[in-house]
């Protein structure tokens, strides 16, 4: 069986690869693929719907494997999902940025199902190949799949923050969950020159950016953002969430207007680089939506509330200090002021004192333009 991969064959470099390794030798017989209609994830049983499994797993659409890091048990799904085979698209996208020609020396951070290992193997080279994945039952599983398609990329199990210096150095690192800083390990392990491809956001909203990083000589690395994506962040990277207590008080109530956007509009990844130490969710009614912003030092939380029956503005609600609501709202201004640039305008310089996102150029950091 092959898999019907749209856009898999853009790159011709890498259609062999897709087209000897299916996506659906490297998912589990009981799989959670993402309904476009429902917005939501639904068990799929191979041994009870093999059909309905076949065309899921031929289909471009994200399948979650791993729900709540493994305690998960049974067909529904869990609290959080914490493994999954990203689009064949995507994946296709990814490799294609990478520019890895067969020689090469790859490092892939988040291995999952291990089929982008396998994808990897079979263009560069088994031996050319190293996946990290922290956790050990889903690096068997996918060292298992791995053997079955005939290919024996190195697997380690570990943090893969830390990379695996020993295989190194690589010419390229690609990373399959997202990251809220660069670990500077991976500079040290990557030839100057060479180059890291990555998931990058903030903890402001779940979405990321994947950046090209070119790393130097110097230790430190620039580049790109090339399209906004979603991906779990990285087991160190996650965002804990303050616990309010109940009765904080209410003030600050007062109407605004807020442009709706949809799930890949380029503005809440890049609202995070503005809005910092915060998070953002929103909450869907049937007559309206609430944006909920949260300091993440837990200093205060703010609601703003937008209803169609009471007409276009918004009853912003705020409790303690911080005006999160009209950071946002500066944010908008200045995204706007900016031309609405999108994320291909932007870039990323990352060196010891940390990362530095960009307008541009370099010399335009996000936090000084107008």
């Known amino acids: 069986m092959t898999t019907r991969t749209p856009g898999a064959a853009a790159d011709p470099a890498w259609a062999a690869a897709f087209a000897a390794v ?24 191979l041994a009870r719907d093999p059909e309905g499994w076949r065309r899921a797993a031929e289909a471009d659409v994200p399948i979650v494997t791993q729900w709540d890091d493994g305690a998960h048990a049974g067909s529904g799904r869990g609290a959080h999902a914490t493994s ?74 570990g943090d893969g923050a830390l990379g695996v210096p020993d295989g190194g150095p690589y ?23 060479g180059s890291i491809l990555a998931p990058w956001g903030t903890a402001f909203r779940g979405r990321d950016a994947l950046v090209r990083l070119t790393v130097r000589g110097d230790g430190t690395a620039e580049g790109p953002f090339l399209q906004v994506v979603n991906f779990m962040p990285m087991r160190a990277h996650r965002t804990a969430h303050p616990t309010f207590p109940p009765g904080l008080p209410l003030t600050d109530t007062r109407t605004g207007a807020w442009p709706p956007h949809g799930m890949w509009h380029p ?12 998070s953002h969710a929103v909450q869907r009614h049937d007559d309206g939506h609430t944006q909920w912003l949260y300091d993440l030092s837990g200093a205060g939380w703010t609601a703003a509330v937008r209803r169609e029956r009471t007409g276009p503005g918004v009853v912003v ?54």
């Not at 999108?342 to 010399?363: A, H, I, M, N, Y």
Request: glycine content about 8%; hydrophobic content about 45%.
């Open 22 to 45: 299916p996506r659906a030798a490297f998912l589990p017989r009981v799989m959670w693929p993402y309904d476009e209609e429902r917005e939501a994830f639904d068990a799929l049983d």
């Open 84 to 157: 999954s085979a990203s689009t064949p698209r995507l994946v296709a996208a990814m490799l294609a940025a990478l520019d890895a020609e067969p020689g090469m020396r790859v490092l892939e951070v988040g291995t999952g199902t291990g089929w982008n290992a396998a994808l990897l193997a079979h263009r560069l080279g088994e031996r050319s190949v190293t996946t990290v994945e922290i956790d050990p039952g889903v690096a068997a599983t996918a060292r298992r799949a791995l053997r079955r398609a005939g290919l024996r990329p190195r697997v380690v199990v």
């Open 171 to 193: 010419d390229r690192i690609i990373v399959t969950c997202g990251l809220r800083r660069v670990p500077r390990e991976w500079l040290a392990q990557v030839r100057p020159g």
């Open 267 to 278: 503005f809440p990844f890049l609202a995070g680089m503005r809005v910092e130490r915060a």
């Open 317 to 370: 609600r705020r409790a303690g200090e911080r005006p999160l609501w009209d950071e946002l709202l500066a944010a908008w201004e200045w995204w706007r002021s900016a031309g609405e640039p999108p994320v291909g305008r932007f870039g990323l310089s990352v060196d010891d004192k940390g990362e530095t996102p960009w307008l541009d150029r370099p010399d335009r950091p996000v936090d000084a333009t107008v």
